[in-house]
C-alpha cells in the first residue's frame, strides 16, 4: 500500500495538522511534509513519485501560485482554478492562514487559554499595549502576536487545535485529514 503525502507550508502547519489528527484520532498514515514555503512546491511535486497521492494545504494568498503548480503537476486540468476543482485535487485553501483559521475556530478566550498554558498571557498582555495594537481587535492582536518571536509560530496553532474538540477544529484541517486518510 502507497501512503499519502501531505504537503504543508511550513512546520506550524505541520504541528497543527498533526494535532488535529490527534484530536479526531485519526490513524494519519501519511508523510506531512512541511515544504519550508509554498514557493517550494512546484519543485516538490516535479520530484515526486506519480504513484503516491498527494495532498495539500495553502494560504488563499497563495491560490494563483497553487493552481499553477498543479497544473504544471498535471493534478490540475487546463483551466481550472476554482476551489473546488483544487479540492479534487486533494488541496485544501485557508480563507487567510492557518493561524486566522485556528483563531477564528477556537475565539478568543480559548487562544488566551492556551498562552496562558505555555507561559505567554503576560508577554501578550504588554503587546496588546503597544500603540499599534491599541486600535485593532483581539483575533488580529493574536494573529499577529503568534509570529512575534522565534518559534511561537512553530507552535501556537498546534497548542490551539489541541485545545479543540473534533467539531471545531478548522474545515481546511478537517478537508485535508478526511482525504490523507481515505487515500492511506
Given at each position: 500500500m502507497v501512503l499519502p503525502v501531505v504537503l504543508?507550508?511550513?512546520?506550524s502547519d505541520r504541528l497543527a495538522l498533526l494535532a488535529a489528527a490527534r484530536v479526531r484520532g485519526d490513524d494519519l498514515r501519511a508523510d506531512v511534509v512541511s515544504l519550508g514555503g509554498i514557493t517550494n512546491l512546484r519543485s516538490w511535486l516535479e520530484r515526486r513519485d506519480p504513484v503516491v497521492p498527494v495532498r495539500?494545504?495553502?494560504d488563499a494568498a497563495e491560490l494563483r501560485y497553487v493552481i499553477g503548480a498543479l497544473a504544471a503537476a498535471g493534478l490540475l486540468a487546463e483551466g481550472e482554478t476554482d476551489p473546488v476543482a483544487i479540492a479534487r485535487a486533494g488541496f485544501f485553501g485557508c480563507e487567510r492562514d492557518l493561524e486566522d483559521e485556528v483563531i477564528r475556530a477556537a475565539g478568543p478566550e480559548l487562544v488566551l487559554e492556551t498562552l496562558a498554558a505555555r507561559g505567554e498571557l503576560a508577554l501578550f498582555r504588554v503587546f496588546q499595549g503597544q500603540p499599534a495594537q491599541r486600535v485593532r481587535s483581539v483575533e488580529a492582536q493574536l494573529h499577529r502576536f503568534a509570529g512575534t518571536a522565534s518559534g511561537r509560530k512553530a507552535h501556537f496553532a498546534a497548542d490551539?487545535?489541541?485545545?479543540?474538540?473534533?467539531?471545531?477544529i478548522p474545515d481546511p484541517?478537517?478537508?485535508?485529514?478526511?482525504?490523507?486518510?481515505?487515500?492511506a
Open positions: 504543508v507550508e511550513g512546520e495539500g494545504l495553502y490551539v487545535v489541541a485545545a479543540l474538540p473534533p467539531d471545531r484541517l478537517v478537508a485535508v485529514l478526511d482525504a490523507a486518510v481515505s487515500q
